[in-house]
């Protein structure tokens, strides 16, 4: 079967892929017969034999009739895909499954099975080629991502043969559909009470009286409950699954800013599916995911946004989508960790406020907010405003505000410049203490001295841990708090 064309990626991390050529051709059997009738053809010549003629002219035909049958009667298909599941941890697998219908011209439905060209992307076992029987089962096959991001599944090509395979002819299918990897977090060792609290990531309480036998209640189990809170022994004596809920007074608090500036992260660019990204800030967003879990599983409340102010995504890709991302909660507690981890498979380094990758003028933008050219710049200023005056760190200093996060902050960024940190200590301001965790992408500097902004940090109490991305997300963690500002490498 003929592959689709294929180009460079697009500017969404898409193959860049040409039209498939739809017209009807003749197949390897069409072609032998077309080979048939011109031998029969000149040994009708040869021995002036009227049948060998008849045959000749059968079998030179039969191939030309069956591709004016395509035109004519200009086959559709309809394929639908399906992912079981949509969402997944990176290193699971997922099915995918397709299901063709085939119709003619009149509405009529055609029977057997037709070749599917799928396109899949290296990462997840490249191109797929599969047999499909219209309106009957569909065909499936099986990919494991081994890296969190977005993954585009299709388009497809299909082709369809006549009744007796002489000529076939290509038709797109042109659907994609998207597979989200969330990151698979990594266990985080336990971090003493004193190093907790001197790194500032000690998850401060809300009040007194810490979690204990006295301030935890159980309920029934219900659906979508995480398994590790299931209550046994009260439910060996209720005879139904009971889970442990704890006291809402106990409860700690952690704010988890994770900066997805493109400007601190300028590695080398590698692609998370079809977001572009950077092996730093790919281990970025693979520490927040285990720092997540780590701190949920502990009953603690952890408000995750971005250094913008805003909350990390949710969920599939239309979850974040019924609300202003203003206007969303950013707490996380241990019902809704799974939905933060998947919500991260959908994060990407962005642009910084006020240039969008298609406005290469957004660095000439004046004070009054226009162009070089004098053209009213929309959005974000350069200056890192929106069109309304309001700064990055006015929008996270009024989330601060708004949601009273006076809980100790964790900031994960990469090579932070000491403006960039200037405005997340304003906009965190609120906040008893703060700590750090720094990527850097040049190792040549050496990770001793680290980016610009671990001294801005550093300066104002705050504790900073500077690694690569070679270094174990447990080996940054286990270091915050410990007055070193590097952790090894990984192992």
């Not at 009470?193 to 219900?222: C, F, I, K, M, W």
């Not at 092996?279 to 971005?306: C, N």
């Not at 405005?423 to 008893?432: E, I, K, M, Y």
Request: glycine fraction near 10%.
């Amino acid at each position: 079967m003929s592959r689709r064309p294929e180009g460079e990626r697009t500017a969404d991390g898409e193959r860049a892929e040409q039209p498939v050529d739809s017209r009807a051709r003749f197949t390897g059997r069409g072609w032998a017969f077309l080979g048939a009738g011109a031998l029969c053809l000149l040994l009708a010549t040869w021995l002036g034999r009227k049948d060998v003629l008849a045959l000749a002219l059968f079998l030179g035909a039969a191939p030309l009739f069956a591709a004016l049958s395509l035109y004519v009667v200009k086959p559709r298909v309809l394929l639908k895909r399906g992912v079981a599941p949509a969402l997944v941890t990176a290193g699971d697998s997922a099915v995918v499954r397709l299901r063709v219908r085939h119709r003619s011209r009149r509405g009529g439905s055609v029977s057997g099975a037709v070749a599917v060209h799928e396109t899949v992307p290296e990462p997840l076992g490249g191109d797929r080629e599969l047999s499909v029987e219209t309106g009957g089962e569909p065909a499936a096959y099986t990919v494991r991502p081994r890296r969190r991001g977005v993954y585009a599944l299709g388009p497809a090509t299909v082709r369809v043969a006549d009744p007796f395979g002489l000529a076939a002819e290509l038709l797109d299918a042109s659907e994609r559909t998207s597979l989200h990897v969330a990151p698979d977090p990594v266990e985080l060792p336990e971090i003493s009470a004193h190093r907790l609290r001197e790194s500032g990531t000690d998850p401060s309480r809300t009040a007194q009286p810490q979690p204990g036998p006295d301030n935890v209640t159980t309920r029934e189990y219900r659906h979508g409950d995480p398994m590790r809170r299931v209550h046994w022994a009260a439910s060996a004596k209720h005879g139904q699954l009971m889970v442990r809920q704890e006291d809402p007074r106990s409860t700690r608090r952690l704010t988890l800013l994770l900066d997805r500036d493109e400007a601190s992260w300028p590695g080398e660019r590698l692609w998370a599916g079809v977001l572009p990204s950077t092996v730093e800030f790919e281990w970025a967003v693979s520490f927040t995911a285990a720092v997540l879990e780590h701190l949920t599983q502990r009953e603690t409340a952890v408000h995750a946004l971005d250094a913008s102010g805003d909350p990390l995504p949710r969920g599939g890709a239309d979850d974040d989508d019924a609300a202003p991302a203003r206007t969303r909660a950013a707490a996380v507690t241990d019902d809704g960790a799974e939905d933060a981890r998947h919500g991260l498979a959908r994060v990407r380094p962005e642009p910084a406020p006020g240039r969008t990758r298609d406005d290469p003028t957004a660095d000439d933008r004046t004070a009054d907010g226009r162009t070089a050219d004098g053209r009213t710049a929309t959005g974000r200023t350069a200056t890192g405003g929106t069109a309304d005056g309001r700064t990055a760190e006015d929008e996270l200093a009024d989330r601060f505000d708004r949601d009273g996060l006076v809980h100790p902050v964790l900031l994960v960024s990469g090579d932070l410049s000491a403006a960039a940190a200037e405005r997340v200590l304003r906009g965190t301001q609120r906040a008893a203490t703060g700590s750090a965790v720094l990527v850097t992408s040049s190792p040549g500097r050496g990770a001793d001295r680290g980016p610009d902004g671990a001294g801005v940090l550093e300066a104002a109490g705050w504790s900073v841990v500077v690694v690569t991305a070679s270094a174990a997300p447990e080996d940054a963690w286990a270091q915050l708090g410990s007055g070193s500002r590097t952790a090894g490498a990984r192992r």
